[in-house]
């Protein structure tokens, strides 16, 4: 048996010195060869003992079945490979660019957790199958025959079209309504092109409309039309409006202009190609000294954009590098291409000059004490340390809360006093035939685990409307 490599095969990308001057995709991808050489890694795992599927199978969100789609690279079944990663994946070239599988499947690799190997790419196999199809032409598989019962999803978003896949599939009329003009959610409002190209996305929407899912743009639930209303013609309603309200930090001159959200930082780039102006005609106004607070994946993608339009950018992160969320590689591209990073640092006021835009942020340092709920070091400030920057756009990256409007105009529903709506297991919510997950559940979420809650719902809503279970056992966990 020849010897498995120690590390991942590693994938081409763009340099840094390139990269910062387009929007262009930064990895290439595999070739099929690279592909296959990654794929015989796999030790080709076995569930454990008392448990349904292999470690890496029980770390993901989705279940997809890796071993079997990983063997199928390896033979060269390129087809077969896709074929089963979308028994319980969709949207396998998206999760394959932005699914942060160092927390879920990759950390779950036995071979991984040798000492000196790392776990197979796990991820960037699956993106390699996706675009091995979409080269090709997506197969699409055989409509169900009708079941008569219709499924309304509020949001299309990564929880919305992996439910709405999943339920068409077992043949409902499903209808997704998105409040935006283009489907996708998060997907195409807040992730950059240079790590899922808006081209990813709507070739993955589309196969997810093949499948008989209508998508309806410009439909404001809570305005356009009630969750109460949709009740009258749809049998059941699954809510995934994500988690789109920013989070501000509310101190002096936060109101400057010059203070964006990170969302509509991101949506007037992303989703309005604010980038290409005057080509297209939603300009946005960035100074010369941009900084960015917050530590996350989303705060990444703001000091990235930033650095594509030329601008010297700060990450300003009130703890340390180690307790940074945002994932690794984004990290590490960051410093690649330039952004600096100021750690253990906050601001605590903005000031603007006599036009109203903002022009200095003072800072105050901080030192990390003992671990908070979070389980990560609590950052205590150190008294007399604040000091001034100068700064002409400050980006606000701190998180993102629920979208109050559904929850507002459906009193029905219980919410947490975080305004989430409260499920149970089978995230059934207050409201009979009301189903509810993704971000407007979690708070912030990921994608992957937000497709993870559109599987489960889809089942849930299947058992209840196909008289397997009738009954509505609401209890909020916890």
Same mark, same amino acid.
């Given at each position: 048996?020849?010897?498995?490599?120690?590390?991942?095969?590693?994938?081409?990308?763009?340099?840094?010195?390139?990269?910062?001057?387009?929007?262009?995709?930064?990895?290439?991808?595999?070739?099929?060869?690279?592909?296959?050489?990654?794929?015989?890694?796999?030790?080709?795992?076995?569930?454990?003992?008392?448990?349904?599927?292999?470690?890496?199978?029980?770390?993901?969100?989705?279940?997809?079945?890796?071993?079997?789609?990983?063997?199928?690279?390896?033979?060269?079944?390129?087809?077969?490979?896709?074929?089963?990663?979308k028994e319980r994946n969709s949207l396998p070239a998206t999760t394959g660019r932005v699914c942060p599988w160092e927390n879920h499947c990759e950390k779950a690799c036995t071979l991984g957790k040798r000492q000196g190997y790392e776990p197979v790419a796990i991820g960037w196999l699956e993106r390699f199958a996706a675009d091995y199809e979409r !080269?090709?032409?997506?197969?699409?598989?055989?409509?169900?025959?009708?079941?008569?019962?219709?499924?309304?999803?509020?949001?299309?978003?990564?929880?919305?079209?992996?439910?709405?896949?999943?339920?068409?599939?077992?043949?409902?009329?499903?209808?997704?309504?998105?409040?935006?003009?283009? !489907?996708?959610?998060?997907?195409?409002? *807040?992730?950059?092109?240079?790590?899922?190209?808006?081209?990813?996305?709507?070739?993955?929407?589309?196969?997810?409309?093949?499948?008989?899912?209508?998508?309806?743009?410009?439909?404001?639930?809570?305005?356009?039309?009630?969750?109460?209303?949709?009740?009258?013609?749809?049998?059941?309603?699954?809510?995934?409006?994500?988690?789109?309200?920013?989070?501000?930090?509310?101190?002096?001159?936060?109101?400057?202009?010059?203070?964006?959200?990170?969302?509509?930082?991101?949506?007037?780039?992303?989703?309005?190609?604010?980038?290409?102006?005057?080509?297209?005609?939603?300009?946005?106004?960035?100074?010369?000294?941009?900084?960015?607070?917050?530590?996350?994946?989303?705060?990444?993608?703001?000091?990235?954009?930033?650095?594509?339009?030329?601008k010297e950018v700060y990450i300003v992160y009130r703890r340390t590098g180690a307790e940074m969320p945002a994932r690794k590689e984004e990290i590490e591209r960051a410093k690649e291409e330039g952004v600096h990073f100021m750690f253990l640092t906050a601001p605590t006021r903005y000031i603007g000059d006599e036009k109203g835009w903002v022009k200095?942020?003072?800072?105050?340092?901080?030192?990390?004490?003992?671990?908070?709920?979070? *389980?990560?070091?609590? #950052?205590?400030?150190?008294?007399?340390?604040?000091?001034?920057?100068?700064?002409?756009?400050?980006?606000?990256?701190?998180?993102?809360?629920?979208? #109050?409007?559904?929850?507002?105009?459906?009193?029905?529903?219980?919410?947490?006093?975080?305004?989430?709506?409260?499920?149970?297991?089978?995230?059934?919510?207050?409201?009979?035939?009301?189903?509810?997950? *993704?971000?407007?559940?979690?708070?912030?979420?990921?994608?992957?685990?937000?497709?993870?809650?559109?599987?489960?719902?889809?089942?849930?809503?299947?058992?209840?409307?196909?008289?397997?279970?009738?009954?509505?056992?609401?209890?909020?966990? *916890?």
């Amino acid at each position: 048996m020849a010897k498995i490599r120690e590390k991942k095969v590693p994938m081409p990308e763009q340099s840094a010195e390139e990269r910062i001057k387009n929007v262009k995709e930064v990895p290439l991808g595999y070739t099929p060869e690279m592909a296959i050489e990654e794929a015989k890694r796999c030790l080709q795992c076995k569930p454990r003992e008392g448990k349904e599927f292999p470690p890496c199978v029980e770390g993901c969100p989705v279940n997809v079945p890796i071993p079997q789609f990983i063997l199928a690279i390896r033979e060269g079944r390129f087809d077969d490979a896709i074929k089963i990663i979308k028994e319980r994946n969709s949207l396998p070239a998206t999760t394959g660019r932005v699914c942060p599988w160092e927390n879920h499947c990759e950390k779950a690799c036995t071979l991984g957790k040798r000492q000196g190997y790392e776990p197979v790419a796990i991820g960037w196999l699956e993106r390699f199958a996706a675009d091995y199809e979409r !080269a090709k032409g997506f197969a699409i598989p055989p409509k169900p025959q009708p079941n008569g019962k219709k499924v309304a999803i509020i949001g299309s978003g990564p929880a919305g079209l992996t439910a709405a896949a999943d339920l068409a599939k077992k043949g409902y009329d499903v209808t997704v309504f998105e409040a935006l003009h283009e !489907a996708g959610g998060v997907l195409v409002y *807040g992730i950059p092109e240079f790590r899922l190209p808006k081209e990813i996305v709507k070739a993955e929407i589309e196969y997810v409309k093949s499948l008989g899912v209508k998508i309806l743009t410009d439909v404001v639930i809570g305005k356009t039309i009630t969750v109460d209303e949709l009740l009258e013609e749809f049998d059941a309603i699954f809510i995934a409006t994500g988690a789109g309200l920013p989070n501000f930090m509310n101190i002096p001159g936060e109101n400057l202009n010059g203070i964006y959200s990170a969302n509509e930082f991101l949506t007037r780039l992303n989703l309005m190609r604010a980038y290409e102006f005057p080509k297209y005609d939603t300009p946005i106004k960035v100074g010369e000294r941009v900084a960015v607070i917050g530590g996350g994946n989303v705060a990444m993608d703001c000091a990235r954009w930033a650095r594509r339009l030329g601008k010297e950018v700060y990450i300003v992160y009130r703890r340390t590098g180690a307790e940074m969320p945002a994932r690794k590689e984004e990290i590490e591209r960051a410093k690649e291409e330039g952004v600096h990073f100021m750690f253990l640092t906050a601001p605590t006021r903005y000031i603007g000059d006599e036009k109203g835009w903002v022009k200095q942020m003072e800072c105050i340092k901080f030192e990390l004490g003992e671990p908070d709920a979070s *389980g990560r070091r609590r #950052p205590v400030p150190i008294k007399g340390s604040e000091f001034i920057m100068d700064i002409d756009t400050v980006i606000v990256a701190i998180g993102q809360s629920p979208n #109050p409007l559904v929850p507002q105009t459906t009193p029905k529903l219980k919410t947490t006093k975080w305004g989430t709506i409260e499920v149970d297991e089978e995230l059934r919510t207050s409201v009979e035939r009301i189903w509810a997950g *993704g971000g407007i559940v979690r708070g912030d979420s990921t994608i992957i685990l937000a497709m993870g809650d559109g599987r489960k719902a889809a089942l849930s809503i299947d058992k209840y409307l196909s008289g397997q279970d009738r009954s509505w056992k609401f209890k909020a966990e *916890g």
